[in-house]
């Protein structure tokens, strides 16, 4: 009988230090780094948009960035993307998975687990799964920034956040799970967490990430979570399926489950179009644009001249579309953002 093989053991790679490499780099480029002083989010420019935004498409005319500020860039992309964050607030670096993580896929040492082929097969489907979840959800943070409602309500907690002094605000990522001091600033802090709660639950986040970041609740199956318990979602379609009952796509309970969801967005008072989120291909697409365009934007204490088409040219690099494609999601998001998202054609309803 033959003996088990037993796969050679690959070496765990080593744990980043985040704050560390961040401390290094802005030491490398101090003019560049002044731009982490405040307490507005600094977001990683994608590296293809980098190096279309580091040359000049045009003669005579100069790129947005300079040599410097591209070498700047560079790095504080490749670090982002190698520890998992989008950008930094400050010196604390902001996770945001549904952007962070494009695709999932198995690490170099599941290979030396020896675990048998179907095991690892699995895992793949379950990480192929979470990649789709994570391409709806970038559909669901698409359509709530081009939502005007939800744009004036994250605008009024954010105007109960300042109020609150600055040395008791709470931390991001802002959740409903919020202690309240008992010294200075309660009251503004419990207003604030009411508000905060308030805006969480009518539009199904379980955090904001940032002010311009909010974090979707996915689904839950099963749900494991108690009924009561704080971070459980308090509105979604709850569904009971028996083992034993066969589902198929055209089911007719997919059927109602959509039906229900258009009730919960009837009586939430949100645009129908939220319900289900049929189009979330394409609001995926403009939830990137709108963040591409807002990263490369806070650079400047003024836009250049012609950096909106160039910001056009990178996000079509970066997203693999062509340049009329992203001047037309440009156009969608302003006429959502203006209240004309029915008049879009291309995101009406679907049956």
């Known amino acids: 009988m033959s003996q088990p093989s037993n796969p050679t053991p690959v070496p765990l790679p080593p744990v980043r230090d985040t704050a560390g490499e961040f401390a290094e780099l802005r030491r490398r480029y101090p003019v560049w780094a002044e731009r982490f002083s405040g307490d507005e989010p600094v977001y990683a420019i994608p590296l293809p948009a980098v190096e279309?935004?580091?040359?000049?498409?045009?003669?005579?005319?100069?790129?947005?960035?300079d040599a410097d500020a591209a070498d700047a860039e560079r790095a504080f992309s490749r670090l982002c993307t190698a520890n998992h964050v989008v950008g930094f607030r400050g010196n604390v670096p902001i996770p945001f998975p549904p952007l962070a993580t494009e695709r999932a896929e198995l690490p170099p040492i599941a290979a030396s687990l020896g675990w048998p082929a179907d095991q690892l097969?699995?895992?793949?489907?379950?990480?192929?799964?979470?990649?789709?979840?994570?391409?709806?959800?970038?559909?669901?943070?698409g359509w709530l920034?081009?939502?005007?409602?939800?744009?004036?309500?994250?605008?009024?907690?954010?105007?109960?956040?300042?109020?609150?002094?600055?040395?008791?605000?709470?931390?991001?990522?802002?959740?409903?799970?919020?202690?309240?001091?008992?010294?200075?600033?309660?009251?503004?802090?419990?207003?604030?967490?009411?508000?905060?709660g308030r805006l969480?639950?009518?539009?199904?986040?379980?955090?904001?990430?940032?002010?311009?970041?909010?974090n979707p609740q996915g689904p839950l199956l099963p749900n494991y979570l108690p009924d009561?318990?704080?971070?459980?979602?308090?509105?979604?379609?709850?569904?009971?399926v028996p083992v034993h009952y066969p589902l198929q796509g055209d089911d007719e309970l997919q059927r109602q489950v959509v039906e229900f969801q258009r009730q919960q967005a009837r009586e939430l008072n949100v645009d129908p179009s939220f319900a289900g989120n049929t189009h979330h291909e394409t609001y995926d697409r403009m939830f990137q644009v709108i963040h591409l365009e807002r990263a490369v934007s806070s650079r400047f204490g003024h836009l250049p001249r012609g950096l909106v088409s160039r910001i056009e040219d990178a996000a079509a690099t970066a997203l693999h579309l062509s340049a009329d494609r992203v001047r037309r999601l440009r156009k969608m998001i302003a006429q959502c953002r203006a209240g004309r998202r029915a008049a879009v054609r291309e995101l009406r309803v679907r049956d």
């Open 145 to 196: 920034l081009t939502e005007p409602v939800f744009l004036a309500q994250v605008a009024e907690v954010r105007h109960l956040f300042e109020a609150i002094p600055p040395a008791t605000r709470p931390l991001f990522p802002l959740g409903r799970l919020l202690a309240v001091p008992g010294t200075g600033g309660a009251t503004q802090l419990r207003a604030f967490g009411e508000a905060l």
């Open 228 to 240: 009561g318990a704080p971070a459980r979602p308090v509105h979604g379609v709850w569904v009971y």
């Open 200 to 214: 969480l639950d009518r539009w199904g986040l379980a955090t904001l990430a940032a002010w311009d970041l909010p």
């Open 121 to 141: 097969e699995a895992v793949r489907r379950a990480l192929s799964r979470g990649d789709e979840t994570r391409r709806r959800l970038r559909g669901v943070i």
């Open 52 to 65: 279309r935004l580091a040359r000049s498409a045009r003669a005579n005319d100069q790129p947005p960035f």
